[in-house]
């Protein structure tokens, strides 16, 4: 295992349609979390998965985003009805927290998405 | 609600000097805090992990430091090198629950 992959690594959409990420996290991890980061800035959680179990939801995931974690391995995100202002870059990262862990997160490549 | 502050923005220096990063946040009820680096359009890279109940961590020529009580971080880079040039974010974890980012400083390492 190398790390965390996303995929597609790229994707142009036009607004109205529909699109879905994928992420898979290192194997062993049992959380994963989603991330969106636009130009200049930190990234900013939307949502995390302790296996496959959704605990956390950020105000920023609106209606149209959902996400799914099955059988507790990959995730996917799912945004409906893009809109321009959902371009950016989506980061997933994953985590092993246990008691004897600090829950140390690693990033996959991200999948930027530009919708015109 | 946490939020998380780096200064500066940006800082360009010439190779071989060392550099000091500063990371702030607003509340002192972290887990841990975490630096990252991310080179242009690329994913983050985990440069340190430091536990709340640690002070500082070192790898290689990075040393980062937290003090709790004051809301602080920095993030030490002994001879810098042109390779080091990329935005530095640092990170707390509230917990688990998520981790609220700065919004980076952006290193140039003039050869």
């Known amino acids: 295992d190398t790390g965390v992959s996303q995929d597609p690594r790229h994707k142009i959409t036009k607004r109205g349609q529909n699109v879905t990420f994928r992420c898979d996290p290192i194997?062993?991890?049992?959380?994963l979390y989603w991330y969106r980061q636009t130009l200049g800035q930190g990234p900013e959680f939307l949502t995390y998965f302790q296996n496959e179990a959704q605990l956390e939801k950020s105000r920023l995931l609106s209606d149209r985003f959902s996400a799914e974690r099955p059988k507790g391995s990959f995730s996917t995100l799912e945004i409906q009805r893009t809109e321009q202002g959902d371009s950016a870059m989506y980061l997933c990262?994953?985590?092993?927290?246990?008691?004897?862990?600090?829950?140390?997160?690693?990033f996959g490549p991200g999948t930027r998405l530009t919708v015109l | 609600k946490q939020e998380v502050t780096q200064i500066p923005a940006a800082l360009s220096v010439p190779e071989g000097e060392n550099l000091v990063l500063n990371c702030s946040f607003t509340?002192?009820?972290?887990?841990?805090l975490q630096w990252f680096r991310q080179d242009p359009g690329k994913g983050l890279t985990s440069l340190l992990l430091?536990?709340?109940?640690?002070r500082e961590q070192t790898s290689g020529r990075l040393n980062a430091s937290l003090d709790k009580s004051s809301g602080r971080s920095t993030l030490y880079i002994a001879a810098s090198q042109p390779g080091d040039s990329a935005t530095y974010l640092c990170a707390v974890d509230n917990y688990g629950q998520n981790f609220v980012f700065g919004p980076g400083t952006r290193l140039s390492v003039l050869p």
């Open positions: 990262a994953s985590s092993l927290a246990t008691g004897f862990t600090y829950n140390e997160q690693f």
């Open positions: 194997s062993e991890h049992n959380r």
């Open positions: 509340d002192s009820a972290i887990y841990n």
């Open positions: 430091i536990q709340s109940s640690q």
